[in-house]
């Protein structure tokens, strides 16, 4: 069986409009042309200079692998209860159902959270949040809206104070 290749991800491409130091003054301008009937359906935000921030939200101890191991392994043995009672014979105690599920979730996510803790042999003994950003976003406009794109746009810098 022969699959056609997918394409790969292009840039939008387009003349640009605005810079804007963070994503949200960017979604603002978007925003401002979208309140202004322009056709927004032309506009993209490029983000340029990207860099990858891992922010560390805190300290990782074996207590807490567990605890989020248990609470992870709650949420499934709760959906797998779940399950499980949708499925049983009449009359069957639902109740006790979702307790099994729960009990036996959260026993599995402590052995997981444990194991997956003592696999690392302490070299990542904290947790973080990683994300994607951009030193400076654009918003860019097929060149046939550009010119009314930066005229409104220079209407918001004007409306904030910004020239």
């Not at 191991?69 to 959906?79: E, I, M, Q, V």
């Not at 599995?108 to 951009?134: E, H, K, L, N």
């Amino acid at each position: 069986m022969r699959t056609t290749p997918r394409p790969l991800p292009e840039l939008p491409t387009g003349v640009p409009v605005g810079s804007y130091q963070t994503y949200a003054e960017a979604q603002r301008a978007v925003d401002f042309l979208s309140d202004n009937k322009f056709p927004v359906e032309n506009v993209s935000i490029v983000g340029n200079d990207l860099r990858l921030v891992e922010r560390v939200t805190g300290r990782l101890t074996e207590g807490r692998a567990i605890g989020v191991g248990a609470a992870g392994g709650a949420w499934w043995g709760l959906f797998v209860g779940i399950l499980l009672s949708l499925f049983a014979p009449r009359g069957a105690n639902t109740v006790l159902l979702l307790l099994f599920g729960i009990v036996i979730g959260v026993i599995f996510g402590i052995i997981f959270g444990w194991i997956g803790y003592r696999a690392t042999g302490g070299q990542r003994d904290f947790t973080s949040m990683t994300q994607v950003v951009a030193g400076t976003y654009d918003v860019i406009c097929k060149a046939d809206h550009a010119e009314d794109a930066r005229q409104l746009l220079a209407r918001l810098a004007l409306q904030r104070g910004e020239l």
